[in-house]
């Protein structure tokens, strides 16, 4: 549950990007520091990397006010996607309101992304989350390079998933925004009543995407 | 892990900063400025001891989105920016610090826990084979014991499958001259009474000077033993039969107890009166059985038991279940066993008796009969006296 403080009138997500190491997830928060059109975006926080890869996390703060005076934070993460990180993988999971699943399209990764999601589900019960109620996205990244799995074949192994599949080259930013942008909505579904955004805040679905730095299509 | 604040939590000024710290950097950028420059908490509250500068302006220190603090100071904004800018470098990397700390110290948390838990599984584990390891020899030894057993069950019932093979053969073969041997002397008998007739015909002088008379009278006899004879051949092929078990009758359920008052019937007909044949029946479950076959292993073990007492002896049969099993013990006041002999009892044609009044096969009939009803039958001669065969039957 986003976390309110009624002291500051500031309502926190904090949403978070998992997915088999080196699918790009810290990528996707770098193109979305450049791409979002949030109203108050801060510094993109790199932790220690061994060799280019991410050892802790990725931060990247977006927000905006709203007219009632209420300040949503968004807080990205990214998670260290190596499989001996799973401590700090866990813990960096605590307390998320939603996720990205960012997935490596090459057809060599398939496995990769196989235990990942697995990894996810199983961590997400660990820190006492509920998968089933959990807003995620799935995002099939580098979709740029060859050999890699046809939007088609995605779509019918994944025919019977609840999940939005988005479709991404995080490199050049490309569908960046737009999985940013699902999960928004994922959010917002998910939170909007229980948070009285609608009745207290006077926001609705769109702006509220539109503010936080996604983009309505 | 509950009570623990998250590492992804806000930290405040005072929390990245200490008073001593706040002072120490105000005093130097007092001194980089040339005028004094304060810092304030982010509800604009003065942090250490730098007094709020008067008609100052201020410059937010943002480590994120939102202000954690403000340095104030009257000089040009521009160099204001710059000395925030210089001290939110240091409160960032202070932060970074605490949160990749915390995280570590959650993650680290986390991991000992697994493994605590992974700890406590390959313990079980260990106890488990510990203690497989310190029986494995005593099961071992309890198996190889089984099997031995087995084996030489195996072994018997080979052996006596042969034997009863041969038995049968031998009976069948046997019972054919039988037939025609007893049906000739019986008209043998007959013709013998119409040669007696010629008495009448015969002048006496003739009649004795040929001694027909003794001729007569001992050509009964002959005929009498000769019929005697017979009959001990054809009980020893029937006990042969017996013992190969060729005609296989129906199983029924039966009441055991009813099966021996029947059998006790006809032996108290058998019996000499000097010997008491008592019984002690408990109520017993229905047994599913070859009562016939059942009747003739009962039948064995009692004969011998009257045989072994002699005149005032007492055969006593009781009848005991405990809901799995049903036991019949048939106890008498003989001599009881020799212990040299004891170990041959059930084995085929061993008898103690003279030639030509036990054929050897009452007990292995009846010990076949027991086994083939899956039971026991076992034979104890008690210190004081007599013997005791007890024969158990699953139910």
């Not at chain 1, 280019?52 to 949503?72: C, E, K, M, Q």
């Not at chain 2, 499958?161 to 043998?188: R, T």
Request: proline share 4%; with cysteine; glycine share 8%.
């Amino acid at each position: 549950m986003p976390e309110f403080e009624r002291e500051t009138n500031r309502l926190t997500f904090k949403l978070v990007y998992y997915g088999p190491a080196q699918g790009g997830k810290t990528t996707n928060l770098m193109q979305l520091h450049e791409l979002a059109g949030a109203q108050m975006k801060g510094e993109l926080m790199t932790l220690e990397t061994q060799h280019d890869r991410t050892l802790f996390f990725d931060l990247l703060p977006l927000g905006f006010r709203t007219a009632s005076g209420l300040t949503i934070r968004l807080r990205l993460f990214t998670v260290p996607g190596q499989v001996a990180h799973d401590g700090t993988r866990k813990a960096v999971l605590s307390r998320a309101d939603g996720v990205v699943f960012v997935a490596d399209s090459q057809r060599t990764q398939a496995t990769n992304n196989g235990e990942s999601f697995q990894n996810l589900s199983e961590n997400v019960a660990r820190v006492g989350l509920d998968f089933e109620r959990l807003p995620l996205v799935v995002q099939f990244n580098k979709r740029d390079l060859r050999d890699i799995l046809s939007v088609e074949d995605i779509h019918e192994r994944y025919a019977g998933a609840p999940w939005p599949l988005l479709f991404a080259s995080a490199i050049d930013g490309r569908g960046v925004r737009e999985t940013f942008t699902e999960l928004l909505h994922g959010v917002w579904r998910r939170y909007a009543d229980d948070l009285g955004l609608v009745t207290e805040h006077g926001l609705d679905e769109a702006s509220f995407v539109t503010a936080a730095g996604g983009e309505a299509t | 892990m509950t009570d623990m604040v998250g590492f992804d939590r806000d930290f405040s000024l005072g929390e990245l900063l200490s008073t001593r710290d706040a002072d120490e950097l105000c005093r130097t950028l007092t001194a980089l400025l040339g005028t004094p420059v304060a810092m304030l908490d982010e509800r604009c509250n003065a942090f250490g001891s730098a007094a709020h500068v008067v008609g100052g302006c201020r410059t937010p220190l943002v480590l994120e989105l939102e202000p954690v603090g403000f340095l104030e100071a009257d000089c040009p904004q521009d160099s204001l920016s710059g000395a925030a800018r210089t001290v939110r470098w240091g409160l960032l990397s202070r932060a970074r610090l605490r949160m990749v700390s915390d995280l570590h110290l959650e993650a680290v948390r986390a991991d000992y826990a697994k493994l605590q838990q992974q700890n406590e599984a390959l313990k079980a584990s260990e106890a488990k084979y510990r203690e497989l390891a310190a029986t494995l020899d005593a099961k071992v030894k309890e198996q190889i014991k089984i099997i031995d057993e087995r084996q030489l069950q195996l072994y018997q019932a080979e052996r006596l499958a042969s034997i009863g093979q041969l038995a049968a053969g031998v009976a069948h073969e046997i019972n054919n001259p039988l037939g025609f041997i007893s049906s000739n002397l019986s008209a043998a008998e007959r013709y013998l009474q119409s040669l007696e007739d010629l008495r009448s015909v015969v002048p006496s002088t003739d009649w004795q000077a040929r001694d027909l008379d003794f001729l007569f009278k001992d050509f009964v006899e002959l005929l009498k033993d000769s019929r005697v004879g017979i009959d001990r051949i054809a009980r020893i092929v029937k006990d042969l039969k017996g013992f190969s078990s060729v005609d296989q009758p129906e199983e029924q359920v039966v009441d055991l107890n009813a099966q021996l008052e029947t059998l006790l019937t006809v032996l108290v007909g058998q019996k000499p009166p000097s010997i008491t044949l008592s019984t002690d029946f408990a109520p017993l479950p229905p047994l599913l059985c070859l009562p016939g076959h059942l009747n003739q292993a009962f039948l064995n073990i009692l004969q011998n038991a009257l045989l072994a007492v002699g005149d005032g002896g007492i055969v006593t049969v009781h009848t005991r279940t405990d809901g799995t099993s049903i036991s019949v013990e048939v106890t008498d006041t003989g001599p009881g066993i020799p212990d040299e002999i004891r170990a041959r009892i059930f084995d085929p044609f061993f008898t103690t008796r003279g030639v030509g009044s036990g054929t050897g096969l009452g007990l292995t009939v009846a010990r076949d009969i027991i086994l083939a009803h899956s039971g026991t039958v076992t034979v104890i001669c008690p210190p004081h006296g007599g013997t005791r065969v007890t024969v158990n039957l699953p139910v």
